[in-house]
């Protein structure tokens, strides 16, 4: 697998799934926001990533790190709240450490991956256990060495995870024990992100 092509057509796939991902689970996401946030976590990403297609569709970029930097970008500009700028650094990181190659390995995903997961921490002052989407991310990018699928279903795992935690950043670290028991959406909406890229996965990959 660590050989595999990825190429533009790839990623294209992925955002198309995660949109479609995001769609489906909106009310869900917005569902576990609204027990310990804003109640807006499902709506924003649903609008954010809807113009993220309606962009990538109305102009294809024709390679894996154009696709990703093209989607964050969109997702700053739309989505609201701390959402926007996390998941926009997310994939403007790992388009800008892809580069401008035509076709990349997993294992250049993978790494690219990482080092927007450690920007995202970063960037909202986060670590493994504060009940965040990094809880999601980091599991599902480690898993990234075995297949999509296991990366996949570590990232949800972490997402589940994180509901005997207490929240220590975000709009949840307010509420202090009483955020005990619940899904973090933001790490819900993460675990999203990885079984969009299965599903890509499973539509073909270059050779």
């Given at each position: 697998?660590?050989?595999?092509a990825l190429d533009a057509g790839f990623f294209l796939r992925w955002m198309t799934a995660a949109a479609a991902s995001v769609d489906r689970e909106a009310s869900r996401l917005t569902d576990l926001d609204s027990a310990i946030g804003d109640a807006d976590h499902g709506s924003n990403l649903q609008r954010g990533f809807a113009a993220v297609v309606k962009t990538l569709?109305?102009?294809p970029p024709q390679t894996p790190g154009a696709v990703l930097t093209t989607a964050g970008r969109q997702l700053i500009s739309t989505v609201g709240g701390a959402s926007g700028p996390l998941y926009g650094t997310l994939l403007r990181r790992t388009g800008k450490e892809l580069g401008e190659a035509e076709r990349v390995t997993v294992d250049e995903l993978r790494t690219a991956l990482r080092t927007a997961v450690d920007a995202v921490a970063q960037l909202g002052g986060s670590a493994l256990g504060d009940a965040t989407m990094l809880d999601a991310?980091?599991?599902g990018v480690e898993a990234l060495?075995?297949?999509?699928a296991a990366a996949a279903e570590a990232a949800g795992q972490g997402a589940r995870d994180t509901v005997p935690l207490q929240a220590r950043k975000g709009r949840a670290s307010y509420l202090g024990a009483r955020s005990i028991g619940h899904q973090d959406p933001g790490a819900a909406s993460s675990a999203l992100l990885f079984a969009a890229l299965a599903e890509a996965a499973d539509q073909g990959v270059a050779e």
């Open positions: 697998m660590s050989e595999t569709e109305a102009e991310l980091d599991p060495t075995t297949s999509f």
